[in-house]
């Protein structure tokens, strides 16, 4: 059964620092790897999506990288910003069409 | 072309009654995906649907929980004799066609059940 696990639960950082957010699962026979942000009480934006053959996605100052082999992937976040303060969840699929969650990185950018 | 649409965004039900949730999936999507997001916890998948069909439904808990995608209209996720632990936070998703790869699944806003 596939685990995913996302550490550190909670992340505080001053405006304007890099910072990485870290996303381990168990099972490395995965198709997909997706990033999302949930701020409170609304619901999910999907971030990046990597596929299993690529390494890594680009969008603006997120970058996602895939490790298959070790079943890790890393979320950077280059000069945060206030606005990134949000939960950020990453999810994997293998061939069910389901994805499976982590319990996400409660990440608050001080200003 | 508007996103994935779920209503009522808020729904309060006493114990014992029905909760009957809509999820209308973005335009040209023929698969959607039930989740549920209970207090302090991660999404968990309940079902995948497509029109007239339950794809996978191996999330849903055996009792009172039912799912339904009709050829036309909304797909509805129905809660019977609703208890305490099923307030939550429930999201659908939709995806389009698959041919062999998968295809990126887009979130509504979800529905905050709360039960009395």
């Known amino acids: 059964k596939q685990e995913v696990t996302q550490i550190p639960a909670a992340l505080s950082v001053p405006e304007g620092e890099n910072l990485v957010l870290n996303c381990s699962f168990t099972?490395?026979?995965?198709?997909?790897l997706q990033w999302f942000r949930q701020d409170p009480g609304k619901g999910l934006t999907s971030l990046l999506l990597?596929?299993?053959?690529?390494r890594e996605q680009t969008s603006g100052r997120l970058n996602a990288s895939l490790d298959k082999s070790s079943g890790r992937s890393t979320l950077y976040i280059a000069a945060s910003q206030p606005g990134d303060s949000a939960t950020y969840l990453c999810a994997v699929i293998d061939g069910n069409e389901k994805l499976t969650f982590g319990t996400g990185t409660r990440l608050t950018i001080i200003p | 072309n508007a996103g994935v649409m779920q209503n009522p965004r808020h729904l309060v039900r006493r114990r014992g009654q029905e909760a009957r949730l809509r999820c209308s999936p973005m335009k040209g999507h023929s698969h959607v995906y039930w989740y549920r997001q209970l207090p302090e916890e991660g999404l968990k998948f309940m079902v995948y649907?497509?029109?007239?069909?339950?794809?996978?439904e191996s999330g849903m808990p055996k009792e009172r929980f039912s799912a339904e995608f009709p050829k036309e209209g909304p797909s509805i996720l129905r809660i019977q004799q609703v208890v305490r632990g099923d307030s939550a936070a429930y999201f659908c998703?939709?995806?389009?066609?698959?041919?062999?790869?998968?295809?990126?699944?887009?979130f509504g806003p979800g529905t905050r059940l709360t039960v009395l």
């Open positions: 998703a939709s995806s389009s066609l698959t041919s062999g790869s998968y295809n990126e699944q887009f």
């Open positions: 099972d490395s026979a995965i198709y997909n």
């Open positions: 990597i596929q299993s053959s690529q």
């Open positions: 649907l497509q029109k007239e069909n339950i794809i996978d």
